[in-house]
């Protein structure tokens, strides 16, 4: 698929029930990335891999974002 039928897709299921859930479950996602990232005692090599993930989890959200629009 190329971006415009990516946009075209992804604009057709904004706000149904399964664009809900996925969007649900990214900000799980990162909610809990960013938690674990904070927990006390991490070596700083831990704490930099937990921001990452959380970092691609949001990008991969946004990215989505965009093709809603």
């Not at 904004?14 to 005692?41: C, F, M, S, W, Y």
């Amino acid at each position: 698929m190329n971006e415009e039928q990516l946009i075209d897709a992804f604009s057709q299921i904004k706000g149904h029930p399964a664009d809900k859930a996925l969007t649900q479950v990214l900000e799980n996602a990162v909610e809990a990335a960013l938690a674990t990232a904070i927990t006390a005692g991490k070596s700083d090599a831990d704490r930099h891999y937990d921001c990452g993930w959380a970092a691609a989890i949001y990008a991969f959200a946004e990215q989505l974002n965009h093709y809603r629009q």
